[in-house]
């Protein structure tokens, strides 16, 4: 009688602990879940966001010239050319923040850290000859290695 007992107490056991890890595998799967589904809801927030961007000029309260305004994307949305300033402009939906450099380049630009740079075909040029003679020698070493690799006739 005693061992049927134990026999009884141990399927018991065995049927509670398969209970539990049955339990807490379907509490894992739900967990990993909602992870997706809040991945998936971000990732449709952000794209959201970024669709949602390029309408903003067609809008009554945009911030800037419609007319002359040119879309950028990162790390600013837009930079509007009025005739009498320059406006950078940000877009922002739901509880979006500024990143980092987004706050950085807003304060370089109230704090008139702004510079302007020309330039000029003489630049473009130079850069461009280098450019070649990096290619020269890079082509010039290659020449070399694989005529050294290259074994000797006899």
Known sequence: MAELITVILGIL????IMMYLNERKELNEAKLSGKVLQSKY???T???GKNW???VPFMKHFPGDKNNSVFI????DFISFGEEEITFIEVKTGSSQLSQKQKKIKDLVQTAKVKWREVSDEIIE????????????????KEETSESNKEPTT
């Open 46 to 48: 952000v794209k959201h």
């Open 126 to 141: 130079e850069a461009s000859e280098e450019h070649h003679t990096a290619e020269s020698k890079e082509v010039e070493s």
């Open 42 to 44: 971000q990732s449709t």
């Open 73 to 76: 994307g990162q790390p600013i």
């Open 53 to 55: 961007e390029h309408f």
């Open 13 to 16: 056991l065995l049927f509670f």
